[in-house]
């Protein structure tokens, strides 16, 4: 397939009226449009240009996901080749045979001509004939001659590892459109401003995409802003890009792939245990998914059009696969290193980017590495003193200088790779016990200390934590920086033991930022802390009444729900009780042990230990816990006794508890004194699992 490519004269395009309907061919019609679409790719006609007019580079390799522009920068390529004078031979490998007969037979042009440029596009059709290609066929062609390979797939490592290619043959990468030639290209279509920003936000700068949703929107005038694709717009993009899969496991790797951030063979083993090993190398030969140090990531079109067509084709099979990767990435913050916790949290976060309901930051907002954390060293301090006065002023300054001292592993240090340069501090400072001296250093302690104590006092065991942050003016609201901060707050919230509050300082939030974290069920407080550089609101989390796992699991119900759904309506608040409350609902608790609609009432069925029971009523559930704990003391010798003392009283039906002496054969005095003892061993058994849960790990307080 050989083409005599002639220079294209702008009069050809200037037909007008009946003469465009009559004079012409389709064809050029057809090559008018696409003339008026091209846009951008200055960079790669450059670099075209100087291998065209005597440049060292014999072959340049152009590869790019589907969609991206390959076919259109070629059709370029072949108006510049034309107008400088030179013959074009264009190959479509969708219409060959992958022989190098035939390769050769339509290529025989380059052979003889040194002058020739041969365009090969769609080359991953006849990938086969690589090896041959770079073996066998381009030594054989002239010097002079230029040869332009695109495909979807990269070349192959020989390419490069062969010295003799080196200087002789140019790859370049063909990326998304940068936005101002996205716009030109929306320019070209004659897309409505008000359609422009969904758009963008569904197709980014890929030609493709842009140009299918184009055509729709443009079609359906009156969606602007609340454009979305049509289902025609993503079968078309997936047909195009991804094409036919081998199986319908296959398939659904793809799917895993678009919907987590980052895709390892652990994620992939979590959410597809079948064949996960081989299902991952599928994945990183796909020539529209990426990879980096985190793993695997397809191009953003793709995973897009993946998750709408996965969404629309099987709800119950999108959340159930969104069930197993948010519970893989949950566990994962749970117990990855320190180090990896904002990571991990990003990655987790993710998922909850798509729905209008978050703005914790998506890790696909910044690049990877462009904001380095650091733990405090001795060495910092002056640089945590000049970054906190310059953040909030001096009297901020002071209270970061006054906590460093007693808390430096508190602190954690943010700067920018490239430069060093510090921006950000933040803090989170545990505190166990009001301390004078640390209220009389910091009002913003002294105001959570005040707020605590007439609330929800600490129980024993228990802390609390304060939240600071200092970010230079430059990196706030939505930066790199503030969901790297963001995340380790997450992530420390997620993996705290015995923690009963958490407050965040913020001085002068803005009414997006309180709206935010009222969603998140933390509140601001009546308490305004003042300093001499300004108020302060603080915004406090009891994480006793909403536990962690609870408002993780409110985050993940707003993916399918969407951004309606509402913290108070999704994790109702779990009763807090100090240890003599509870002690007294447990014993009044026991009385009512036959009945279960006294139970009902009782405070015990909002606690934790009765609440992570699950799967049946709240008075059933809290009378097989005291059922538990009165039966388990007949397992030690020692504790028969009281177990006989609390059965008769309170198992038995027994109306009196003269009569349950009378039973047991027991002085009245001796009987009330086991009953006694035994109430408080369960009372006290309770009161552990209500604090520390019932797991081994639960039970060690940190």
């Not at 019609?29 to 679409?37: H, T, V, Y």
């Not at 067509?309 to 990855?336: F, S």
């Amino acid at each position: 397939m050989i083409w005599r490519v002639e220079k294209l004269s702008e009069d050809r395009f200037r037909t007008s009226g009946n003469d465009k309907k009559k004079s012409g061919r389709l064809g050029w019609r057809l090559q008018a449009a696409r003339e008026l679409a091209f846009v951008g790719r200055d960079e790669e006609l450059a670099v075209f240009s100087v291998a065209l007019y005597g440049g060292s580079c014999s072959v340049l390799y152009v590869h790019g996901p589907g969609g991206i522009g390959k076919s259109a920068l070629l059709r370029r390529f072949a108006q510049k080749a034309a107008a400088a004078g030179r013959s074009v031979a264009r190959i479509d490998g969708r219409m060959l045979d992958p022989s190098p007969a035939a390769f050769e037979a339509e290529a025989e042009l380059v052979l003889h001509d040194e002058h020739a440029v041969l365009l090969i596009d769609a080359f991953e059709r006849i990938q086969v004939l690589g090896g041959w290609l770079r073996e066998r066929f381009l030594p054989r062609v002239p010097v002079g001659a230029l040869v332009v390979i695109a495909g979807r797939i990269p070349p192959d490592l020989q390419w490069r590892a062969d010295p003799g290619w080196e200087g002789a043959l140019e790859v370049m990468v063909l990326r998304d459109l940068v936005p101002g030639d996205a716009n030109d290209l929306m320019d070209s279509c004659g897309v409505a401003a008000g359609l422009r920003e969904p758009l963008l936000a569904f197709a980014g700068g890929h030609p493709l995409a842009l140009l299918l949703g184009a055509a729709v929107g443009v079609k359906n005038g009156g969606a602007g802003r609340r454009w979305t694709p049509h289902q025609d717009v993503v079968a078309t993009l997936l047909d195009q890009l991804v094409g036919e899969v081998p199986s319908a496991a296959h398939r659904q790797a793809l799917e895993i792939c678009a919907h987590a951030y980052m895709t390892t063979e652990d994620l992939l083993r979590a959410a597809l245990p079948e064949d996960a090993g081989t299902l991952f190398r599928w994945l990183r030969r796909l020539p529209f998914v990426e990879s980096n140090s985190l793993g695997l990531f397809p191009h953003e079109v793709v995973r897009q059009a993946l998750e709408a067509d996965l969404r629309w084709r099987d709800p119950q099979g999108y959340a159930a696969m969104h069930e197993r990767i948010h519970a893989h990435l949950a566990e994962t913050v749970r117990t990855a290193a320190d180090t990896d916790v904002p990571a991990a949290v990003g990655a987790l976060s993710y998922l909850h980017c798509d729905n209008g309901a978050t703005t914790v930051g998506s890790p696909n907002r910044h690049k990877e590495g462009e904001i380095q954390e650091d733990g405090l060293r001795p060495e910092d301090v002056g640089t945590l003193l000049r970054v906190a006065a310059a953040a909030e002023g001096d009297a901020s300054a002071a209270g970061a200088g006054f906590w460093a001292e007693r808390q430096p592993e508190a602190f954690r240090i943010y700067r920018r790779t490239e430069t060093g340069e510090p921006v950000a501090l933040s803090a989170w400072l545990r505190l166990r016990e009001p301390n004078e001296e640390e209220m009389a250093a910091d009002p913003i302690v002294a105001g959570m200390w005040a707020h605590t104590r007439a609330t929800a006092p600490l129980r024993a065991g228990e802390h609390v934590v304060v939240s600071r942050l200092w970010v230079l003016p430059a990196y706030r609201d939505r930066s790199p920086v503030m969901d790297l901060i963001q995340w380790r707050t997450i992530g420390n919230c997620l993996r705290a033991r015995r923690m009963a509050w958490s407050y965040i300082a913020m001085r002068s939030p803005t009414p997006d930022q309180v709206e935010y974290l009222r969603r998140y069920d933390m509140y601001d407080i009546a308490e305004r802390p003042q300093l001499a550089d300004g108020a302060y609101s603080l915004f406090a989390h009891d994480w006793r009444a909403v536990p962690a796992q609870a408002w993780l699991e409110r985050l993940n119900r707003l993916m399918t729900s969407g951004p309606a759904a509402d913290v108070r309506a999704t994790t109702a608040g779990l009763a807090v009780l100090s240890h003599e409350e509870f002690a007294e609902a447990v014993r009044k608790a026991l009385r009512q042990l036959p009945r279960l609609d006294a139970l009902a009432t009782s405070p015990l069925t909002r606690c934790r230990l009765v609440v992570d029971q699950g799967g049946q009523d709240s008075a059933a559930a809290l009378r097989d816990l005291l059922h538990q704990a009165i039966n388990q003391m007949r397992e030690d010798p020692r504790s028969v006794k009281f177990h006989r003392a609390l059965s008769a009283t309170f198992m038995r039906g027994v109306p009196t508890q003269e009569l349950a002496a009378e039973r047991l054969g027991l002085p009245f005095t001796t009987y009330r004194r086991h009953l006694v003892t035994g109430v408080e061993r369960v009372s006290a058994d309770l009161w552990r699992r209500e604090l520390y849960g019932t797991s081994t790990a639960a039970n060690r307080p940190t």
